[in-house]
């Protein structure tokens, strides 16, 4: 089993277990999912984004987005509007209270990056953030939701 323990793709896996199981336990008072975080925080960024330019903006398909923007929007932190110049189109917001739960998270957040990398020493705590995102950055398009920035409205 050490030859699995030692393998990249297992321990990232883990490392993303690890990763959940922290965001739950800093989070989970909010009834916040990582994923929903993510949707907020986008939305927050571009306000009247488009489901579409949202989903390539946190790297998550269609169907998986519409659900999460389902549960946003019955929590009432999001709010969808038709498009002026096309009414087909929704766009989203925030709503007051999805801007306030955002507000209040974000501490929560911060612990959960710092709880994160906390074994390791300050400078390999930078340098991972650095490697994970050059992997990130390398293998993107071979994803089936890849991560493109929003273009300027």
């Not at 909010?30 to 946190?58: N, Y």
């Not at 501490?107 to 953030?129: C, G, N």
């Not at 992997?135 to 994803?143: F, Q, R």
Request: glycine share 4%.
């Amino acid at each position: 089993m050490e030859d699995l323990y030692r393998m990249p793709g297992h321990l990232v896996r883990r490392v993303q277990q690890i990763a959940s199981a922290l965001f739950l336990d800093e989070c989970g008072s909010f009834d916040l999912t990582s994923v929903q975080f993510a949707a907020l925080k986008a939305i927050q960024s571009h306000p009247r984004i488009d489901a579409t330019r949202l989903s390539s903006l946190i790297a998550i398909d269609r169907s998986t987005l519409g659900s999460v923007l389902e549960r946003l929007e019955k929590k009432g932190w999001v709010v969808r509007s038709s498009s002026p110049t096309d009414k087909r189109t929704k766009l989203l917001s925030l709503s007051p209270e999805g801007r306030e739960v955002l507000k209040q998270v974000i501490p929560a957040v911060r612990r959960v990056q710092k709880r994160l990398v906390a074994p390791l020493a300050s400078t390999d705590q930078e340098k991972i953030v650095q490697l994970l995102h050059q992997i990130a950055e390398a293998y993107n398009d071979l994803l089936p939701a890849p991560i493109h920035a929003a273009s300027p409205d």
